[in-house]
């Protein structure tokens, strides 16, 4: 964390943006003393990437990991091969649709805070699944909606 600071201080002086730079060392800083002395601070999931040991853009944990090992753990007890287990969507049309926005919007929000001194860039690590790594982890889907997308038509 503090490399990363001390890294991104400098970016911040040098494009000359003081108070932007004074802001994150101060803000930082202080997590880094509450984190030390009392092993929590406020906005503590700002630094996930490496309270978690993550490498940069890697996927967070979310309740789907837990899903998929736990299906596998139940699937060995009775002896079958997979870990499988099915998600059901209900109004597809709309939730589908959110799996994007909740990702983009995220970021968005973020590199706001991270362009005006707010957040060090590893906060951009502390995120909703991307569609993609969201799709990856789930093996069979029921989508239900009364007035399907042409998207979920398609599904079909």
């Known amino acids: 964390i503090e490399e990363e600071l001390s890294t991104r201080v400098k970016e911040l002086n040098n494009l000359g943006k003081h108070i ?10 202080n997590d ?6 009392s092993g929590r601070c406020n906005g503590i ?15 967070p944990d979310t309740l789907l990991s837990y899903m998929k090992h736990a299906g596998e753990v139940a699937s060995a007890e009775v002896g079958q091969e ?19 926005a909740m990702y983009h919007g995220d970021r968005a929000r973020k590199e706001r805070l991270i ?16 569609e993609d790594e969201f799709w990856k982890e789930i093996s069979q889907t029921v989508f239900v909606s009364a007035t399907p997308s042409n998207e979920n038509v398609e599904w079909a």
């Open 20 to 29: 932007e730079s004074q802001r994150l060392q101060q803000r930082v800083m």
């Open 82 to 100: 997979s870990g499988d287990w099915l998600l059901i969507v209900d109004e597809s049309h709309v939730t589908v649709p959110q799996l994007r």
């Open 115 to 130: 362009h005006h001194g707010f957040r060090l860039p590893s906060a951009l690590d502390n995120r909703p699944l991307r």
């Open 45 to 59: 999931e700002n630094y996930s990437r490496y309270l978690s040991g993550r490498k940069e853009g890697e996927a």
């Open 32 to 37: 880094l003393l509450m984190l030390r002395e």
